[in-house]
Structures are given as C-alpha cells and as structure tokens.
C-alpha cells in the first residue's frame, strides 16, 4: 500500500503562502489583516508604556516629586 503525501500546509503557514500567489485579497480581508496587526502592535506598546508614562507625568507635575516619592506607595 502506497503512502499518499499531503501539500496541504497547516496552520499560519497557509495564509503565507497564499500572500506570495497571484490570487488578489479583497479590501475588506486586507482591512482585517492589517486592523489585527495593529492592534497587536497597540496592546505591547501600551503593555510596556503605560506605567513609564505615569511616572514622566507625574515627574513633569507640580509640586515636583522625586522618583522615590512616586514609586513608594505613601
């Protein structure tokens, strides 16, 4: 009995590989694509910048507090 070999490809590698065909993406499908890619980007920047951006905002205030001051929690 002969095996049979598959070219279908799995997972993420599949929409890959239809990027790179002559098939052309309807605007609605790139709109999704590129809505889901950014907002990836926005929920890591907004993960890793929030906290800095309290503490840059809390230093420009007045009266002006030292780092230590804004990191103690009294």
Do not use: C, D
């Not at 070999?5 to 799995?10: D, F, H, R, Y």
């Not at 929920?43 to 951006?53: A, D, E, M, Q, R």
């Amino acid at each position: 009995m002969a095996s049979r070999v598959s070219l279908k490809s799995k997972g993420k590698a599949s929409g890959k590989a239809l990027k790179g065909s002559a098939e052309e993406k309807s605007i609605g499908e790139s709109l999704k694509e590129w809505s889901t890619w950014a907002l990836k980007k926005a929920k890591v920047v907004t993960h890793y910048g929030f906290i800095p951006l309290v503490i840059i905002i809390g230093m420009n205030s007045e009266p002006k507090p030292h780092l230590a001051q804004l990191l103690s929690p009294v």
